[in-house]
């Protein structure tokens, strides 16, 4: 028999673990072959919106006389902003507790350059760098940044059951389908001790990822179904037929 069941996470971004739980699995079962398909949604980057200075994911964001600061509180990397009077500002990325400013092409500003500056602020594009802070600096009266849009690719992947080590690790980014090895043992060796429910085992596949995904999850089992001879209400019964009397008829004529 075929399991083929599909977790659609287009609309669903996680960072870190996830859990799926795996319910449909008939507890007299016995797998024969088992394996999970990860693909990637086609969405990329993420929209992190500001409300009295806090956002989406954790962000902060502090606003002074002569700036505008953004703290994600982990590695993001840029793409574009939004927001108000910010024709003119200036950029510099966090460099590990100094602000470094950053020219028109998207690199340390040296004496030479001209620095990198917004036009408008209106869905405007910057650099794609990967920081944890930004600032823009700018003297501009009602001065406000309303989204930042980062981007961000599923990276290092791995998977596991319950408390069991990862039976499979994806390195890299992850930008189209992946599939994982036939994990059958893993999976029966999981089943022995696993929950049962109404019939069914439960079974967490957790699912990790190092940066912000959203992921599309198969799983594939192929299984037999086991069954005892007898009902479970009913005693065996063992006999040993070498003491088994038996009657030799002969006929005389």
């Known amino acids: ?3 083929n069941e599909l977790y659609i996470g287009d609309t669903n971004p996680f960072e870190g673990d996830r859990t799926l739980s795996l319910r449909n699995l008939p507890a007299n079962a016995r ?17 992190i919106a500001f409300t009295n200075g806090r956002g989406d994911l954790g962000a902060t ?7 505008i600061e953004v703290d994600f509180h982990a590695r993001r990397t840029l793409a574009s902003l939004n927001g108000n009077n910010l024709s003119g500002a200036t950029l510099q990325i966090d460099m590990g507790g100094t602000y470094i400013d950053i020219n028109e092409r998207g690199t340390i500003l040296s004496p030479e350059d001209e620095p990198f500056s917004l036009t408008s602020g ?14 823009l600096t700018t003297s501009n009266p ?11 690719v599923p990276s290092n992947i791995n998977i596991r059951l319950g408390e069991l080590p990862a039976f499979w690790m994806r390195l890299g980014e992850l930008t189209t389908e992946a599939n994982s090895p036939d994990f059958t043992n893993i999976l029966n060796i999981f089943l022995q001790s696993a929950t049962v429910e109404n019939g069914f085992y439960i079974i967490p596949f957790i699912i990790h990822s190092d940066t912000l995904a959203r992921l599309n999850v198969r799983v594939e089992i192929d299984y037999l179904l086991t069954q005892q001879g ?24």
């Open 142 to 152: 009602g001065k406000n940044i309303t989204s930042v849009t980062i981007r961000s």
């Open 122 to 135: 209106n869905n405007e594009k910057i650099p794609s760098l990967t920081v944890s802070k930004f600032k």
């Open 61 to 67: 964001l502090v606003t002074g006389s002569n700036f």
């Open 31 to 47: 797998v024969r072959r088992a394996l999970v398909t990860v693909e990637a949604s086609n969405q990329f980057e993420e929209m």
């Open 230 to 253: 007898l009902p479970p209400h009913l005693p065996k019964q063992l006999y040993n037929i070498t003491l088994v009397p038996f009657l030799m008829v002969m006929k005389i004529y």
């Open 1 to 3: 028999m075929k399991l």
